[in-house]
């Protein structure tokens, strides 16, 4: 018999990239001998190497500061006027008689949203201002507080205009609280990050605003005799707060390189947001003083 002779086995091969790269990855090399690429390929370089210029990191840094200053100043201000609406709503306008009551809380309910809604977005932006990237997620606050916004301004139009009729108003209220709560909890617990809660963002406030518009539109069209002042203003807000809207969504001045880093489509909204809710807070009030007359 002839001996069977065994060839020396080879050491394993060790290849340079485990990913199915068909231009490299079927070379071998050694495990200590540096990869030819890393060193010839300029795109595999630069990419390893941490980026220290504080010229190239001070620029988003500073637009970031920059939005975040224009947006308080925005926030400080709806903050400071519903606070002192609020106050003046107390010392000269308290209601005299049980009917009052109902419209009193419609307006105290309608500004404690306001005044939310600027304390979220000051909040997140004074965090985003402070650590940057690592606070994206306290963005739901600043979108769930645009949504109470949504359901708060809608509350004293429904008291308001179906005064002299209990059923619809309590109809309408108890179901779009209902709609406003379920899609703020939904926003805000279900969503699992901020990235979901941003595409979902839209979509809810798109949803929300058109049912709002539900009892303004039967009382421009019903029958009985309601405050059409607030009604029409309550339409006019809707339209505004689209625009604006829609100017943040399309972002003109910054697609045609307008300006440069400015962001100038978030504080129109912004500002939009804010003067409907002043301008709002005052027919509210004549509507309730009118009523209490």
Request: with cysteine; charged share 10%; aromatic share 12%.
């Amino acid at each position: 018999m002839v001996p069977i002779q065994r060839q020396p086995s080879r050491p394993p091969t060790v290849w340079c990239d485990e990913t199915p790269d068909w231009t490299t990855s079927k070379r071998p090399t050694h495990p200590s001998a540096p990869s030819s690429r890393s060193q010839s390929d300029p795109a595999v370089t630069p990419s390893a190497q941490p980026i220290n210029d504080p010229s190239v990191m001070a620029g988003p840094q500073a637009h970031t500061l920059r939005d975040c200053a224009i947006l308080a100043i925005i926030s400080i201000f709806g903050l400071s006027y519903f606070y002192l609406f609020v106050i003046h709503f107390f010392l000269f306008h308290f209601p005299s008689s049980p009917g009052g009551i109902l419209d009193s809380l419609s307006v105290l309910v309608f500004c404690a949203g306001v005044i939310l809604w600027c304390l979220s977005s000051l909040v997140y932006r004074i965090l985003n201002a402070s650590h940057g990237s690592d606070a994206a997620g306290w963005q739901k606050l600043e979108l769930g507080g645009v949504l109470v916004l949504i359901w708060t301004t809608t509350i004293p139009s429904v008291v308001l205009l179906f005064r002299t009729q209990p059923s619809l108003q309590l109809g309408y209220l108890a179901a779009f609280t209902v709609v406003a709560v379920g899609t703020l909890v939904d926003f805000l617990v279900w969503d699992p990050s901020i990235c979901a809660a941003r595409y979902r963002f839209p979509y809810s406030c798109v949803s929300l605003g058109l049912l709002s518009l539900i009892p303004t539109i039967h009382a421009l069209t019903g029958t009985f005799q309601g405050p059409q002042l607030l009604a029409i203003h309550f339409g006019r807000v809707a339209i505004w707060n689209s625009f604006g809207a829609a100017f943040y969504l399309l972002r003109p001045l910054e697609r045609m390189g307008m300006v440069n880093g400015w962001r100038p489509s978030l504080y129109v909204m912004h500002l939009v947001l804010a003067y409907s809710a002043v301008t709002y807070s005052r027919v509210i009030l004549y509507t309730v003083l009118e009523n209490a007359a």
